[in-house]
């Protein structure tokens, strides 16, 4: 049973009129009516500051409570307090500094345990049993942004390299915490040329990490000739469109991009180091094979062979076969291809005679020739384990010089030597 009462107290009487062996009676009873109320938000600023101690930068509501029914009356000095899930958020000031103008007015700092982004704040009205009403609440969204701390790795490129990798770490400056879910993009560009770009979120530890990869036939991503030979001078800009950044943490980002050191071209020569010499001679002797088979009638069968190797050993590494396994394989190949063709030389005279022939004879790049040998190096003289970074770098190269290999059209004239090679 429902009735329409006004807020506040009222009596009740309940009469019987008695029947047939029953007497009359009566009983009175006092009733209290309590009124729901609304909060009624007026136009706020929605975006404040974490960490930022300007009042302009604070949590500022304001609005009115209604009552629901009845003359809908305003209320003021009613008591309040302001939630973010399970927490109060202590108010700076409020809510009921203007009496005249029966709003309340909330202020509150946005506290460093709030995450950044879209967060909901509770309005909470307790309830007044002496003006007869009940409690009421009202869910509000608020962006809180923050400053950010940028700290990016350098980038250092090899001559021959094609892969870049590098990273971003985002701390909150009023924490120092890492700032999971932050959306960064990196950008591999020439000046107002991007070539490549990279976009996600960073991870639980603030991390942002980035790759960009250039595959033959494209040129290495050290090369600094002029597109379509090369790249040009290369940067990595850095940017983020996450709402919740303070705009003046990301002027803190280089605007010109992170600089990436170039290595100098070495002028040392191929077989300088003594550590390398019988691997590097080996390597000399396949690369100086392939320019002797291009003068005879051999000479594409051989080349084709010997592509095949390399191939083989590019698709190895591609299905996961153990690094050191698939690059020892491919040294022993070359070198039985080799031995049975005739090419592999018993006898020198010095290195750097060798060394001369090697440089007068061979067809492909400086590049391709020094990323052959890092392979081989690094596959039999260091102990430390070779990961992912390895395959791909070795992928890369051994394309590289079968790209080159399987283009050869003739072989360079050179110059008189001071021995002939075995036939």
Known sequence: MQYSLDRGSHNFTFLFQGEFLYLPDESQMEVFALSDVVIEMQPITNTIGRGDPSPSRSIMLQGLIREVGGDSEIFDNLSMSLAWGETELPMTSGPWGNPDTMNFQIRAKAQEFMTPGNNMITIIVESNQASFLNGGSKEIEILVMVEVDFEYSEIELSNGQRIIRGSVNATARDTGTPLEGLSLSASLANGSVTHFSVSKLTGADGVFEYEFKSMAPLP????????PEGWGVLAVLLMS??????????????????????????????????????????????????GAMAINTRRKSTIKELANIFGQTVEMLASGDEYRRAIFLCYENLCSVLTRRGFLRRNFETVREFEMAIRGALPISEASLVSLDRIFEEARYSSHVLGDAHRDNAQLALSSVVEEIEAMQDIPKRGPLEFELEE
Request: hydrophobic letters at 50%.
């Open 220 to 227: 290495p991503l050290s090369s600094q000739s002029p597109p």
């Open 241 to 290: 469109d996450s709402d919740f950044i303070e705009p003046g943490s990301l002027a803190l980002l280089p605007s010109s991009g992170v600089q990436i050191a170039y290595e100098k071209p070495e002028e040392a020569s191929f077989l300088d180091r003594a550590a390398v010499a019988i691997v590097a001679i080996v390597v000399g002797a396949i690369l100086v094979a392939i």
